[in-house]
Structures are given as C-alpha cells and as structure tokens.
C-alpha cells in the first residue's frame, strides 16, 4: 500500500468546518483512500473511505482530487468531541481482509 | 458493525511477570487483529489471528514474547510475557467487517509495567 503524508497537527474553532489534508501522490488506481480517527482512550473508529468520487455520510466528507494525489476530510462543523488523531490510509482492493497500516495521522484540537 | 470488548481496560504489572488479554466479538471473524500503540505513537501490528491456525507475526514480534490463542470464532487472547517497561502500550484488537472493507477496534487496554 501506497504512503501518505499529513500534518502533525491542525487547530480549529468550535462550530467552523474543518479541512484535513492528506498526500498521497504514488497512489495506485486500485488503492481506496481510507479515514479513521482515534478519540482519547479510544480504539481507532471509522470515518469514511472513497475510491475517485466524492464521499459523504453523517460524520463527514470526503473530497478526492481529480487526480487522486490528495484528498481532504472534511468536517463541516467541528464540535469539541471531534479532538482526536486522524489517520489517512491507502489500501488496496486486493489487500481487503488484510490489517491498516497506521501513519502517524493529524491531531486535531477544536477550541471551544 | 462490530461490538469488541476488551479486558482488562487498564492493568499495572511488575516487571518479569505476564498478562493476558481477551477480546471478545459480537459476531463471528475469521480474522483478528492484534495491534500495539506506544505512547505518543501510532499503532503497530503485532500479528493476525486466524482460527484454527497458528498466528502470523509481523517483522520484530515473536511468538515467545506475545503468544496469541484463538480458540473460537469470536474471542481470541494475546499475552504479554515476561515484561518489562518497555512494554508500556496500548494493546488494541481489531476485526474486519463483513465486506472486509473497514475494521473495527477494541477500545484497547492500557499496561503499565512498573
């Protein structure tokens, strides 16, 4: 699986939405773009995965590049309990069933 | 999804003994995930667990070191033998979904080894 590249840290304020960028420019066509984040004394949870179009669900969106080289999560407005590590991961299609490995992801803080 | 309980949550241990984790899923997985966090780190693999089959480690993890049982479909255990602070972590569990394409994560248990 391809490598991504994130900033160490970000800083929102409450209620604003929030832009978490993610590189990856040796992604393969077959690689999904994958977002987890990890709230404190929390086991990693799932946000939201995309492969070319544009993604939304209830927690998030997703926001692919034409080119599939970067991707942005996006929060539409941060709340206090959304503070946590975010993980951006490539997997793919063939590896499905097999683990995630984990990059040192974004810290998030939402100030109130 | 997936519903994973971990125990214990949280354990202090000396030095030199070990300490077993259970992982417990509302469902049955063919595999399991057993993952290490360091403090201030991300998550690394220890080894993928399958039943009926011995346990595949990652480059750096040993089976004397982190012997793993997965009697059954839903319930597997890893053990931290005989520590040393060092092994210090967060011990998480994890399981695919049914269409394989996500995980679930335990909410991990935290040792301190003393």
């Known amino acids: 699986d391809a490598k991504t590249t994130q900033p160490n840290s970000m800083e929102s304020n409450e209620e604003e939405p929030v832009h978490l960028p993610c590189n990856h420019s040796?992604?393969?066509?077959?690689?999904?773009i994958h977002w987890y984040r990890q709230l404190p004394s929390q086991g990693p949870e799932y946000v939201i995965h995309?492969?070319?179009s544009n993604v939304n669900n209830r927690m998030a969106s997703l926001a692919i590049a034409e080119d599939r080289k970067s991707s942005t999560l996006i929060l539409h407005r941060a709340t206090l309990r959304d503070a946590a590590v975010y993980y951006c991961?490539?997997?793919?299609?063939?590896?499905?069933?097999?683990?995630?490995?984990f990059g040192p992801g974004t810290r998030l803080s939402v100030l109130p | 999804s997936a519903v994973i309980s971990q125990k214990p949550s949280r354990d202090i241990c000396q030095r030199g003994t070990s300490l077993t984790i259970q992982c417990q899923v509302d469902?049955?997985?063919?595999?399991m995930f057993w993952y290490r966090q360091q403090p201030g780190q991300s998550l690394t693999l220890i080894a993928t667990?399958?039943?009926?089959?011995?346990?595949?480690?990652e480059s750096g993890f040993v089976i004397d070191k982190f012997p793993i049982s997965r009697p059954n479909l839903t319930f597997s255990t890893l053990t931290v033998s005989n520590m040393s602070p060092e092994d210090s972590s967060i011990y998480l569990c994890?399981?695919?979904?049914?269409?394989?394409?996500?995980?679930?994560f335990g909410a991990g248990t935290r040792l301190s080894v003393l």
């Open positions: 991961i490539l997997r793919d299609l063939d590896n499905y069933g097999q683990n995630f490995v």
């Open positions: 469902s049955q997985v063919t595999m």
């Open positions: 995309g492969l070319t």
């Open positions: 040796t992604i393969s066509g077959t690689d999904y």
């Open positions: 667990a399958n039943q009926g089959s011995e346990a595949t480690y």
């Open positions: 994890s399981v695919p979904s049914l269409a394989k394409n996500i995980q679930y």
